[in-house]
C-alpha cells in the first residue's frame, strides 16, 4: 500500500516562499509520475502541477506559472513543491497525488494514490 506523506506547509506573508516536501513509501516511486493538487475553502481540488518519472518533464497549472516549481529526488523517494511570490489565491490545503504510469497524467483520474494534505495560508 502506497503512502503519501505531505510536510511544509504554515503560514507566510504575501511575496513569500514555501517548499512542500511529500515522502512516498512504495518501493518503485522512480517508475512514476508525481503530482500537486490544492484544494481552497468551498472549492473544488485542482491540479497545480505534475512531474514524470524521471523529472524530465513538468507541468503547470497556469495560475502558478513561473512561481512555482515541481522537483523530485527518487532516491530519497521525494516530491517537492518550491513555491514562490506566494499570493493570497494560494491559500489551500495541498495534496501530493501518485499516477498511474511514469507519464504526467492528463487527468486527475490517472492518479491513483493521495496524502492528507498540507495546509498553506497566506493572508491578504
Known amino acids: 500500500q502506497v503512502q503519501l506523506v505531505e510536510s511544509g506547509g504554515g503560514l507566510v506573508q504575501p511575496g513569500g516562499s514555501l517548499r512542500l516536501s511529500c515522502s512516498a513509501s512504495h518501493l518503485i516511486f522512480a517508475a512514476d509520475a508525481m503530482g500537486w493538487f490544492r484544494q481552497a475553502p468551498g472549492k473544488e481540488r485542482e491540479f497545480v502541477a505534475g512531474?514524470?518519472?524521471?523529472?524530465?518533464?513538468?507541468l503547470y497549472a497556469d495560475s502558478v506559472k513561473g512561481r512555482f516549481t515541481i522537483s523530485r529526488d527518487n532516491a530519497k523517494n521525494t516530491v517537492y513543491l518550491q513555491m514562490n511570490s506566494l499570493k493570497p489565491d494560494d491559500t489551500a490545503v495541498y495534496y501530493c497525488?501518485?499516477?498511474?504510469?511514469?507519464?504526467?497524467?492528463?487527468?486527475?483520474?490517472?492518479?491513483?494514490?493521495w496524502g492528507q494534505g498540507t495546509q498553506v495560508f497566506v493572508p491578504s
Open positions: 512531474i514524470s518519472w524521471s523529472g524530465s518533464s513538468t
Open positions: 497525488a501518485k499516477g498511474k504510469t511514469g507519464v504526467i497524467p492528463a487527468t486527475t483520474s490517472g492518479f491513483d494514490s
